[in-house]
């Protein structure tokens, strides 16, 4: 199913052929999917190992109802109830440097949505070495400061959504307006990176 | 002096001016920091005190929690 109607045959047609990674399916890899999905991208590989929490009610695209459910198939379920042709394939294990590329390799870009820096950094040194295209995120917590939101295409095939200072601290939680921000630069590059947009 | 490309921005920097020296200067914490020079990402165990050349293009930048 096309759920993009406005996309050109082109557009559709380079859509339809990408594989995206999603590396962490929590509040930046939950809601770049759910974009990526409206914008007409269809076939993806999501890779996390939580289960959806209450407290990440406030800023994933989950439910009430999923609370306790892996998160990879509680994405699927709902990126599906969007577009039900998806082709979807789920990891629901733990992303490491060993297990990076084998999960990844294929991608056409790769999402970074990790949550700590550690795990961000594991990805990066794991696929750029590769000539991996990746679209990450630094710095989205708190409320507020939206200009500072920008994309950088920082290293050759790195881009980095973010305003690449403001670290998650307990004054300055993860919140959905600016995770969501983060989230949807990140598609929005993607989308720009397969259409050859400027980002 | 000798012109270099720092995160995108062309600059003059004195000859023989290690990496660390200009990190410092962006009041750059090196440890957060992914340090790219000439298009090849460095190993986190590089040794910044290494001199930067002419026409050295380099990125840093830094990585914070939350996703």
Redesign the interface.
């Given at each position: 199913m096309n759920v993009n109607t406005y996309l050109s045959a082109e557009a559709s047609d380079i859509f339809s052929k990408a594989l995206i990674g999603i590396a962490g399916a929590g509040g930046l890899g939950s809601n770049c999917a759910m974009h990526l999905v409206r914008a007409g991208i269809s076939r993806f590989i999501i890779a996390d190992i939580d289960t959806v929490n209450q407290s990440n009610l406030n800023r994933q695209f989950f439910f009430a109802d999923q609370i306790g459910e892996h998160k990879t198939t509680a994405l699927a379920e709902n990126l599906m109830r969007i577009n039900p042709d998806l082709e979807v394939e789920l990891h629901t294990e733990r992303v490491t440097a060993e297990n990076a590329f084998s999960l990844f390799g294929k991608c056409s870009i790769v999402v970074e949505a990790f949550d700590s820096v550690e795990s961000k950094e594991m990805l990066f040194r794991t696929l750029l070495p590769h000539g991996k295209i990746m679209v990450g995120a630094s710095g989205l917590a708190g409320f507020g400061h939206s200009n500072q939101m920008r994309i950088r295409n920082i290293a050759k095939t790195l881009y980095l959504a973010g305003d690449m200072k403001t670290g998650i601290s307990p004054e300055k939680p993860p919140v959905s307006p600016r995770v969501g921000i983060a989230a949807a630069m990140q598609a929005n590059t993607v989308a720009a990176i397969l259409l050859g947009e400027k980002i | 002096m000798i012109k270099i490309t720092f995160?995108g921005e062309t600059r003059e920097v004195a000859e023989h001016i290690k990496i660390s020296a200009v990190l410092d200067e962006y009041g750059l914490e090196k440890h957060?920091l992914?340090i790219?020079v000439n298009?090849e990402?460095i190993p986190?165990e590089s040794d910044l005190s290494m001199e930067i050349k002419e026409h050295d293009e380099i990125?840093a930048?830094?990585?914070?929690?939350?996703?």
């Open positions: - | 995160n957060k992914i790219e298009g990402i986190p990125n930048f830094c990585l914070v929690g939350g996703g």
